[in-house]
């Protein structure tokens, strides 16, 4: 029997496949040792889970990962129709840059199933769905929150090209960015790292965007800013 195996990337949705997750990130403190994240399966059948916790590596493994400052405790789950699990993750290290965030990818793969009644000489195409999920240490002496931090950034036209900077020590995800004169004339930017700046694809002729980008519970914040 031939079996091929692949798996589907899905990054940090709140439903993919038939799995519902509560929420797209998780973030620590140094006061927080531990959290979670709920699952719940929303097939008809049962699925077992595994999960680890990396540095965002798309051909990352759990037998690949070693060192890592936060990790999964419970890696295997299996979770029947409709039931909700978690996922719980540990802090195991306080060794991390105090003046900015820290981010990690919680790595949540489906393990594929194969029907009992199916023949050995049967070929399957059995794919495997692999969400990842935000995991970021916020250092105490940080107190903006992604809420505030959006006033940090910064849109700006330097030698012919329009140019986009986080000036927070927080990571930004980006949900949209738009023109403001033309809604319908939208830019592609997914995240800025603390401190990052990004050549952008915005043409230098825009004389403002409208942007929003995802605060710590998921939700959409939205600013304006003139470009100069």
């Known amino acids: 029997m031939a079996r091929l195996i692949f798996f589907i990337l899905c ?107 199916t023949k050995k000489t049967d070929n399957q195409l059995s794919v495997g769905i692999r969400l990842q999920v935000k995991v970021i240490y916020r250092p105490d002496n940080i107190k903006v929150s992604a809420d505030h931090a959006i006033k940090d950034i910064v849109f700006y036209k330097n030698k012919g090209k329009v140019f986009v900077e986080n000036r927070s020590p927080l990571f930004i995800t980006f949900r949209a960015i738009v023109n403001s004169d033309n809604m319908n004339e939208s830019y592609n930017i997914n995240m800025l790292s603390p401190y990052e700046k990004k050549e952008t694809s915005i043409p230098l002729h825009v004389r403002a965007v409208s942007y929003s980008i995802i605060n710590d519970y998921g939700d959409e914040v939205k600013n304006d800013y003139k470009i100069k």
Do not use: A, H
């Open 11 to 117: 990054f940090v949705p709140k439903v993919c496949f038939g799995i519902s997750l509560e929420k797209t990130r998780i973030i620590f403190t140094s006061d927080k040792k531990e959290s979670y994240l709920m699952i719940k399966n929303d097939n008809n059948f049962p699925v077992v889970i595994q999960s680890w916790v990396d540095d965002g590596d798309l051909n990352g493994s759990p037998e690949k990962n070693t060192g890592e400052k936060i990790i999964s405790i419970n890696s295997i789950l299996k979770v029947l129709p409709g039931d909700i699990d978690k996922i719980k993750l540990l802090l195991i290290s306080d060794d991390f840059d105090n003046n900015k965030e820290t981010l990690y990818w919680l790595n949540i793969y489906e393990i594929p199933s194969y029907k009992k009644n």
